[in-house]
């Protein structure tokens, strides 16, 4: 069951996983971007969640606004709380992919940060942690 969807994203729990799944669907940006991250950063304070899988191969390109916001508020805020293990299935766009990559690269001294080409092998990194 989604805790939280827009056209853009879908953010769920997974118990099997013990995460947060993230799934984009299409391009968002600004508010829209911004909450659907804020949603569930919510839902890993909520769960007391560790671990993070955002599947983002249908994200698109993320604006250089949303990316200094996620660097400068998000993140801080997301290290701060339980989660520790972050697995992130790539964008299949290329240019999309370039967008997230500084953002991806950038974690917490506690955080773990890991990306895949395929969600199979994010979730069985997941699960192993």
Do not use: C
């Not at 804020?38 to 955002?54: S, T």
């Not at 606004?65 to 801080?76: A, C, G, I, V």
């Amino acid at each position: 069951m989604a805790h939280y969807e827009s056209d853009s994203l879908t953010v769920e729990w997974d118990r099997t996983l013990d995460a947060v799944v993230m799934n984009w669907q299409d391009f968002a940006k600004g508010d829209t971007y911004r909450e659907g991250l804020d949603e569930g950063l919510g839902l890993v304070i909520q769960k007391n969640a560790r671990n993070w899988l955002a599947d983002l191969r249908e994200m698109g390109t993320v604006t250089p606004e949303d990316r200094e916001w996620t660097q400068d508020e998000w993140h801080p805020r997301a290290f701060d709380s339980p989660l520790r293990n972050m697995a992130i299935v790539q964008p299949e766009s290329v240019v999309a992919n370039m967008s997230v990559d500084d953002m991806v690269t950038e974690v917490g001294e506690n955080t773990t940060s890991r990306i895949f080409d395929n969600r199979d092998d994010a979730e069985a990194w997941l699960r192993d942690r």
